[in-house]
Each structure stands twice: as C-alpha cells, then as structure tokens.
C-alpha cells in the first residue's frame, strides 16, 4: 500500500513539474521572439532597466527639472547631488542604498546631457558639410 501512495506522489510531482518548466519554455521562447521581432528594444521598460533608472527617475530623485532640449541646469543638479550625497553618507548614520541612487541619478542625468549636446554637434557638423581637414606638413 505504501509503494502505491509513493509512487502516485512521484508521477503527480513529475506531472507538475513537467507542466511547469514546460509553460516556462513557452514565456521564454515568446519573449525571445518578441524580442528579435522588435529588434532588442521590447519596451520602454527594457530599455529603462537597460540604463537602470529613467530620466523622469532620476530628476525625482534629484529634484530638478528634466533637462529640454539637452539643457539642464548642471550646477542645481550638481547642487542638489553633494546635499543629498552627503546627507545620506553611511557613516553619518545614512542609506549605502539611497546614495547610490543618488549617484546613479546624476549620472543618468549627466548621461542625457552629453548625449544630446553630442548630437547637437554631429547635427551641426552635417548642416556644415563635411571639410576634411588637411595638414601641409604630412
């Protein structure tokens, strides 16, 4: 009698644990296809977790303005990044975790504005035309 009831719980744990990495196959390979079919770029949260924190995240945390146009205001936001910096210091009895995001912040914030000056000046450069520049002494 006991084999019977060992043996019944065997096959049912095998059924669902068959049944279970058999849907998790399926998410993955739906995901994977989505994936390839949106070329990397899934969604706006992919891309978010990709950079870590979105630029409405990290203007929140700081509490400044999102930068428009690639203009930000960088001595607020550098400002506003030594207060909270220091504020959450550990060994002032702060947050290891909050001053992280705090850095992590500035650095995303940082990161959009160097971008988008970057641009700027690849845009610049194509209105310009392109002039190679040519050394006599070569």
């Known amino acids: 009698m006991a084999h019977r009831i060992i043996t019944q719980v065997v096959i049912t744990g095998s059924r669902v644990l068959g049944r279970a990495f058999a849907e998790a196959y399926k998410q993955a390979s739906a995901s994977s296809a989505y994936a390839k079919s949106h070329g990397g770029r899934s969604s706006n949260l992919a891309s978010a977790a990709h950079k ?20 930000a205001n960088m001595e607020d936001v550098m400002e506003r990044f030594k207060k909270l910096f220091d504020v959450n210091d550990p060994s002032k009895g702060g947050s290891f975790y909050l001053q992280s995001k705090v850095l992590r912040a500035r650095e995303r914030i940082e990161s959009e504005v160097k971008q988008a000056a970057e641009n700027a000046a690849r845009e610049e450069e194509l209105a310009e035309g392109w002039k190679p520049k040519v050394f006599k002494d070569r």
């Open 52 to 71: 870590g924190l979105t630029l409405d995240e990290a203007c929140k945390i700081l509490n400044v303005k999102p930068p428009q146009k690639g203009q």
